[in-house]
């Protein structure tokens, strides 16, 4: 509901009625944007799902006065090169002195792109153009403990059989809640440290609608 006015109490506990003018006495006017693709079904999700991110993270411009000089820079990227286009990275963040946490989302569903619904991977030790990745290690996608230390819970009914819907609407509900808040705690475990020893292989692979986390011990180029 984007407003509601009445001019006379509704007795739900307000005390008064809830009469909202606004500035201009026409009442709180919200106004969206619908944008609509024209797309035949095959390559629709070719169009709506870049878009969608387009519309949700639209860059964020910061200007400031100053001269340029000669030999300045004036493009930078973090990124070597492009990822993928069904590739998405979610989170990059500080996690330690050495370490970053590092989040990768396939955007794309099984079967809805015949281009891009199909495993994409990533070489992690080519990612970044300012830091080197000297081991890799992943995670659950909370951040909180190692993926190889995770256990999962198979929830049975009286006959026997597996219930997963339950464990379905939990995990949905976990990478969307981190999907828009990015990188909040969802439990009260503190953060691991980086760990020593054999970090596991720098090329990743994401399945369709798969989200992957890593905490990356790496150094400045």
């Known amino acids: 509901m984007l407003h509601r006015r009445l001019l006379q109490d509704d007795f739900r506990g307000v005390g008064e009625a809830l ?7 026409d009442g709180l006017v919200v106004r969206g944007k619908l944008l609509v693709s024209l797309s035949p079904p095959a390559l629709a999700a070719d169009t709506h799902r ?23 820079r004036l493009e930078f ?24 946490l590092l989040r990768l989302e396939h955007r ?23 830091l080197e990745v000297e081991g890799v290690s992943e995670m659950s996608l909370a951040a909180n403990q190692w993926k190889e230390e995770m256990t999962r819970l198979d929830w049975r009914g009286e006959t026997g059989a ?21 990188w909040l705690a969802v439990s009260d475990a503190k953060p691991l ?13 994401l399945q369709p609608m798969e989200i992957r986390t890593f905490l990356l011990r790496v150094r400045r180029r």
């Open 19 to 25: 009469s909202e003018p606004g500035d201009y006495y």
């Open 108 to 130: 794309y569903q099984r079967g809805e792109s015949v281009a891009h619904s199909h495993p994409v991977t990533v070489n992690l030790q080519k990612l970044f153009s300012t």
């Open 162 to 182: 597996v219930q997963y819907s339950t464990v379905s609407i939990i995990r949905w509900s976990t990478v969307h809640f981190l999907t828009l808040c990015d």
């Open 50 to 72: 870049p878009e969608a991110h387009r519309q949700a993270l639209p860059p964020l411009l910061s200007l400031q006065p100053g001269k340029t000089v000669a030999g300045q």
């Open 77 to 100: 990227s973090g990124l070597q090169a492009e990822l993928p286009p069904a590739v998405q990275l979610l989170t990059l963040s500080q996690w330690d002195s050495e370490s970053v």
């Open 193 to 205: 440290h980086s760990r020593e020893g054999s970090p596991s292989g720098s090329e990743v692979t």
